[in-house]
């Protein structure tokens, strides 16, 4: 794919997390360590959750799914931005930044309808146990899974296909890590107005649709719970749900800072900052949150281990 018909543009140059010399071989150390435990994580809950039958539940299906798109969102743009701490130019082409762009969308996209099948999945265990079986059968949640995969394509498309069709100029330096939406249409030198357009419709139905389902979900969740006359079984119900609401926090509440800020409130630098937890702390917590929290993977851990020892 050449660069669009009208762009002058073959390349842009990111400027990264930091121009601070100083920081740059700290900040590669501490991003390549994040990196690393990153995929062992997600790597790990993927095979933990094949190699045992009793982790092939709907939650656990919805678990792989996530694991998974945590392992390709992070690996969409952290080796370029481990790159930009060794390089005195990072420079990255007008066809690796669209299709960075693309994939950026697509996971991100991928990893909130995720999440809201997840919080729908807890709703149907919790308030609906003896329809579990049929509201969530394999047909169902691949049903749920394909949706969301559908809508982040889709998504992701409207976006990328948009930005294809703008002009870019002289300008080629973006003033962020990665080839992110608002920083690329900064660029152009032609009218943004259709891309910022689709950037509102399509952010606000990827925005309201998960939100309120995840709050709906949760807001029967706590209503059942409430009505269960024993303190243990109260506790029970929120423990199966905590590491979940942990997950759900961390990924709207760190991309909703990220961007739902007033400009005037914060400079670009500050956005890279706190753009940092959503594209590279989150997908290194999820494992460890269903991990640590859960009986069922430590578990499954455990038996792996046993059978590993044993074979050898």
Known sequence: MAPGNDSFVS????????DHPALQIPCFFLFLAMYMFTMLGNLGMIFLIGLNSHLHTPMYFFLFNLSFIDLCYSSVFTPKMLISFLSKKNIISYQGCMAQLYFLC??????????????YDRYVAICNPLLYNIAMSPKVCSNLIFGSYLMAFSSAMAHT????????????TINHYFCDIL???????TSTYINELVVFIVGSINIVVPSFTIFTSYGFVL????????????????????????AVSLFFGSSAFAYFQPSSARSMNDGKISSVFYTNVVPLMNPLVYSLRNKDVKLALGKTLSRKKFSL
């Open 183 to 189: 920083p690329v249409l900064q660029l152009s030198c």
């Open 161 to 172: 296909g948009c930005m294809l069709r703008l002009t870019f100029c002289d300008a080629n």
């Open 106 to 119: 697509f996971f991100a996209i991928s990893d909130c309808y995720v999440l809201t099948s997840m919080a």
């Open 11 to 18: 390349g842009f140059i990111l400027v990264g997390l930091t």
């Open 223 to 246: 209503s059942s719970i409430l009505h269960i006359s024993s303190t243990e079984g109260r506790i029970k119900a929120f423990h199966t749900c905590s590491s979940h609401i942990i």
